[in-house]
Structure formats: C-alpha cells, structure tokens
C-alpha cells in the first residue's frame, strides 16, 4: 500500500510518466486497474473511493494507492480519526468525544486504544520528521499528558512539511496519513527495529 494525493487525475498522470515508486525496491509503478469500491464516513456523509492500484514494473509487486484522506481498514476519514485522538488529548472521554462525532462509543473506543499503546512510537516518529523536514525545527515542548505530546508532534510535523514546502497550512491528519503510510492504527506500525550490535 502506498499513500497519495487525493486528486485522481495527478495520481494517473504521475503513474503515466513513471513518477510514482515501489516502496518494495524503488522501481517504477505502473497501473494496474483498481481496488474493490469501499465507502468512508465523513462529517457530510458517505465518501466514496476506488482506490487505484499499481504493479511495480521491477519486482512486480502490486500495490494499492490509498488517498491520504484515509486510514487503512478504518471506515472514516483520518480527519475525523484525528479530531477524536486530538479531543482525547484535551481529556475528554470516548463516551463524549463519540456523541460530538456522532460515532458508536466502541468505534471510538477502538481508535483510542489502539493510538494509546503506540503513543510514544508515534512521538517520536514525527517528532524526527519534524526535524526531518525542518531546517531549523521548532520541536513541541511538553504538552501536559504523553497524548497531548503525540498530537503536539503531529502537528509540529504538518507545520514543518507546510513550511519546508512553501504549502502554508496543510492538514494535519492527511500528513499524519502521508508519512504512516496510511497506517497509523495499523497493527505492526511503525516497525520495531532491533539493535543487533
């Protein structure tokens, strides 16, 4: 799977002039139809997306082009998904921040707990693309809670992109989608690395 910008018609002018790479081996992807229709929830109602699909032209792998709008295997928008991580951060619970959603408290439920046991992992993740991305960064300092310091990092890491880019604003859930590939409350993310020396 591999992230991309929401707008369909650059999506297939990059994947036309080779402009799009295999994250596998770097090669060139190509088109490859596309991945079974799904329906999303947004604030406004149901979004939905054909997610394109792609095959590398080296290796052969084949892989689906998610919009950055989205989560992998999450029925709604990353927006409103980072909307009730950052409500938790402020110190509301998934009852409340569920009924402001108009969610089922379980869904919201799901999504706190599965950010919670990865809280640290993804300071740290965006606080280095902070520095990443930023000549000289300005990090988030302590927020208050360990989830307020997550959502702080996220945020300092669209400012930093927003900036380093000339974009102004972006949105901050649509970069958090963007650098976790989509799988920011997939299981296994981000990787565990182990020190073998």
Known sequence: ?????????????????????????????????????????????????????????????THVLLPVLVLARRADVASMIGTALAAKARGLGHRRIAAELGRSAETVRGWLRRFAGRIEAVRVVFTGWCRALAADPVLPGPAGSAWADAIAAVSAAACALGSRFGLGEVPVWAVASAISGGRLLAPGWPEETINTS
């Open 1 to 61: 799977m591999l992230t991309v910008e929401t707008d369909a018609a650059c999506v297939e002018r990059r994947l036309g002039s080779g402009g799009l790479a295999c994250p596998g081996c770097s090669g060139v992807l190509a088109g490859w139809g596309h991945a079974r229709a799904r329906d999303v929830r947004d604030r406004g109602g149901l979004l939905r997306l054909v997610p394109r699909r792609a095959r590398c032209t080296s290796c052969g792998a």
